[in-house]
């Protein structure tokens, strides 16, 4: 009797404890955490490669890396002989141009072309070899160091790549994109560029024979009035902020300064007009279009002690100094 009690006992027991057992979840053990951060010797970067520009350069299109095709820039726009400072100011603008052509610019088969007068003047190493002669290495270097020393650097305004121009000498001060392209452009106003009193373009003449004169003009505007002596033919002028000339009245018509400066080859549209002995006379002042970075300007801010940095920032208005890489 007590047996069957006690077997009776461990069957419930078994009854309870069996399927209490097998439904007992499997414990899993936890899952590892899988870190995600990859440690720095397996995130090494691809090598970079060296951007390619290309460059026509007469009939050919040259394909060469962006930084050798800077240095020869350097050496095409601005003369060897300018501090360092100034050529680093050189470098960053020319790269900036240089990388907004690239995004997309006038050029349908190419980036750039080698022409001064539609995009940045470039020569190759062995032209320029030739046109510097004995002591080019040493310039040569120097333009290299100041490209180097920029690496990837650009100006950037609101996060975009600025039309970073320039141009030889302003005369005094520079010019508003506005007040000769006719387009508002934030970073491109008009500031005070001193110290250029003694480069060569500072000041120029342009004498015109009284013939010459007219038989421009009228082509130009045949409404213009000049049948009278030359001592009437002047009327107003207007200054713009750079001290530009804005319009001036010839025969009773407006002439911009800019139209005058391409009609009679004056090297700025900063001048004034006399007539002496027989012939109008241009009293110019500076040289090149004046909008944007004055390279003399930027030679004297550089010998006076200001660096790339501050030449840039003085002479394009708000912009940032980015490295693109
Ligand atoms: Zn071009």
């Given at each position: 009797m007590r047996q069957a009690v006690w077997m009776g006992l461990f069957s419930l027991l078994l009854a309870v404890l069996v399927p209490a057992l097998l439904l007992q979840p499997i414990q899993e053990p936890e899952p590892e955490t899988v870190a995600l951060v990859i440690s720095p010797a397996e995130s090494k970067p691809e090598p970079q490669e060296a951007m390619i520009v290309r460059l026509k350069s007469g009939q050919s299109i040259l394909e060469l890396p962006l930084e050798e095709y800077l240095t020869g820039v350097v050496l095409s726009e601005m003369p060897a002989s300018f501090e360092l400072e100034a050529l680093k100011a050189q470098a960053v603008a020319a790269r900036t141009f240089a990388l907004r052509q690239m995004e997309g610019g006038k050029h349908p088969d190419c980036?750039?072309?080698?022409d001064g007068s539609c995009c940045q003047a470039w020569n190759s190493r062995e032209t320029i070899e030739q046109k510097l002669g004995d002591g080019w290495l040493q310039y040569w270097s120097k333009a290299e160091e100041a490209v180097q020393q920029t690496a990837g650097e650009v100006l950037t305004y609101a996060g975009q790549l600025i039309d970073a121009v320039y141009f030889s000498c302003s005369g005094g001060a520079t010019e508003a994109a506005a007040a000769v392209w006719g387009g508002e452009v934030p970073y491109l106003q008009s500031v005070s560029s001193w110290?250029?009193?003694?480069?060569?373009?500072f000041h120029s003449e342009t004498a015109v024979s009284l013939e010459r004169f007219r038989s421009a003009i009228l082509a130009e505007n045949?409404?213009?009035?000049?049948?009278?002596?030359?001592?009437?033919?002047f009327g107003e002028l207007t200054r713009t902020?750079?001290?530009?000339?804005e319009t001036l009245e010839i025969g009773g018509r407006p002439f911009s300064g800019t139209s005058l400066r391409t009609l009679f080859g004056?090297?700025?549209?900063k001048f004034d007009v006399a007539i002496e002995e027989g012939q109008i006379v241009f009293q110019v002042s500076g040289?090149?279009?004046?909008?944007?970075?004055s390279q003399y300007g930027a030679n004297a801010m550089a010998k006076a002690g200001s660096d790339y940095r501050a030449i840039l920032q003085h002479y394009y208005t708000g912009v940032t100094i980015e490295t693109k890489t």
């Open positions: 980036d750039l072309c080698s110290g250029e009193e003694d480069a060569p373009p045949p409404e213009a009035d000049l049948s009278g002596p030359a001592s009437g033919w902020a750079g001290g530009g000339v004056l090297k700025s549209a040289y090149g279009h004046r909008v944007g970075m």
